[in-house]
């Protein structure tokens, strides 16, 4: 498979939309997949950095030459350097073949340089978070909480496969990695001891500095640490190291992270960007007091401040003082906040969007990919639930009233370490896939599987095991299978689990 990503970075655009596009990269570059990226000459770009990582960029040249803004061109339309004409056409000479794949990122590109590019991809697919212009794709990602298919009905086409919500957050698997002792340290939180500070790789109005100077003016009961995560400005870099020398409160400063998860589950609160990284805050349960530092953050801090997983900062000064009093003597407050944060984002978004890319075919060549469960899918479950022949192999063989059905399912979805998700097949709910996870000695999941009986013999309880092993890799997974269940030993074992008969489990060990 040929994949190409046409995204961009400079001081004005940021660096957010080539990092989420680097994390859905890695994930695809497992799967022996050619990629490149396409990305035009700017003051910040970050082409050194995409290639660092392992990948191709072909670059397309500043454009020196004045070019008009129409206008129903879209509202970031400037940020392109150029006209969507000159874009599309420089795009096409570096396509020189049919790709399978092409994947863009930019508030500035629409719909008529996507029919432009039609011919030099079997797939487009778009990602945004803006819903503010009509797009031509086949996928639309927008990984924003609280987006739904109405915000784009007249603006893609009708059969575009829409991933909406920040189940599809694209994190890095280092977050998921992380989420067990995250969600542990949480629930041990007493006291707010570490605070870490990241309003991203380019802070252009210097935030970092107004919050490391309001930080000092709040009356601690105990004085925390701060963690201040900044980019190569070394203007910036050299003035926030001249603060933190002086500042009354013990300051580190790292300069482009490499272990963001790692500070994230030592902090206990973060003050940052509404950006992207609000993400992987939520995936690690972290509280934290958001700035918009750009328009587009504003959508995703409002739809934080309504879930109660974060707080705004309007006024830098007076609102971090007064913010950081108030959480650090609540508890109660702290603690919801995180397990808000922990419900928005469970980590796994960017293997589910993968797994659309690299869409499995079941036996009779269908399609069949994987999504998390909702409360939408609470009837169907139940159908199958009540199957005679699926019963028959539940531990529990009592069929649930339905209201005892709808309970069992309102908390399954709420549990931190559960994972409930349907299987599609040709977009049509086919199996439930459950993985709970058992936080004891052993550590492990234990994994659970059902198919509707309209879809037996399709190859699809074998795909979905797959994914399980796919999206918990490094992790130990164990299934309890009745001995009458033949058919379903012959489906774990086929997938790599071995019988232990000290646990009376079919176990498939961590890779």
């Known amino acids: 498979m040929e994949i190409a990503f046409r995204v961009d970075a400079s001081s004005k655009i940021g660096t957010g939309h080539v990092m989420r596009c680097l994390t859905l990269a890695k994930a695809l570059d497992k799967n022996n997949v050619k990629i490149s990226f396409i990305c035009r000459e700017a003051n910040g770009s970050m082409h050194d950095y995409i290639r660092k990582e392992g990948f191709l960029v072909t670059t397309l040249p500043e454009d020196k030459n004045q070019f008009n803004i129409e206008a129903y061109d879209p509202p970031h339309a400037h940020w392109l350097g150029t006209s969507w004409k000159k874009d599309a056409e420089e795009t096409i000479d570096i396509l020189n073949s049919k790709i399978d794949f092409l994947i863009v990122d930019h508030y500035a590109i629409d719909y008529r340089w996507h029919e432009a590019l039609r011919e030099k991809a079997k797939y487009l697919m778009v990602i945004d978070d803006l819903a503010d ?277 309102e908390k399954t979805l709420s549990e931190l370490a559960t994972f409930l998700y349907i299987i599609d097949y040709e977009n049509q709910p086919a199996a439930v896939l459950r993985l709970n996870h058992n936080q004891g000695n052993p550590d492990f999941y234990l994994v659970s599987i059902y198919l509707s009986p309209d879809y037996y013999r399709r190859g699809i309880g074998e795909i979905a095991l797959n994914y399980a092993n796919t999206f918990f890799i490094n992790s130990e997974l164990r299934a309890e299978i009745s001995e009458e269940n033949i058919a379903s030993i012959n489906l774990f074992t086929k997938c790599g689990y071995t019988k232990n008969e000290e646990y009376g489990f079919y176990i498939r060990n961590s890779h």
């Open 133 to 409: 212009r009509k797009l031509s794709c086949d996928i639309l990602l927008d990984q924003t909480h609280g987006r739904n298919k109405d915000d784009y009905e007249y603006l893609v086409p009708n059969n575009c496969k829409l991933l909406l919500g920040s189940d599809y957050a694209l994190l890095r698997d280092e977050f998921f990695a992380m989420r067990l002792k995250a969600i542990k340290k949480r629930d041990e939180y007493s006291q707010l001891n570490r605070i870490l500070i990241s309003v991203g790789g380019m802070d252009p109005y210097n935030y970092t500095q107004k919050i490391l100077k309001a930080l000092e003016e709040v009356k601690w009961n105990k004085d925390p640490i701060i963690d201040v995560v900044v980019g190569n400005n070394k203007d910036q870099l050299n003035e926030i190291h001249h603060i933190s020398n002086n500042h009354k409160l013990a300051i580190n400063v790292i300069q482009d992270s490499k272990n963001m998860s790692e500070l994230m589950v030592c902090a206990d609160l973060a003050i940052g960007a509404g950006g992207s990284s609000s993400w992987e805050r939520c995936c690690l349960g972290l509280p934290s007091l958001l700035i918009k530092v750009a328009d587009n953050q504003e959508k995703v801090i409002s739809e934080l401040e309504r879930a109660c997983s974060a707080r705004r900062i309007k006024d830098i000064k007076q609102d971090i003082i007064k913010e950081c009093h108030d959480l650090s003597n609540d508890i109660s407050a702290m603690l919801d906040m995180s397990r808000n944060a922990f419900n928005l984002v469970s980590g796994q978004g960017t293997k589910l969007v993968t797994s659309i890319i690299n869409c499995a075919i079941a036996r009779d060549g269908g399609s069949v990919t994987i999504r998390n469960a909702n409360k939408n899918d609470a009837d169907i479950m139940y159908e199958w639930q009540t199957n005679t022949n699926t019963r028959k192999f539940f531990k529990n063989k009592e069929i649930p009233t339905y209201k005892e059905h709808i309970e069992w399912m």
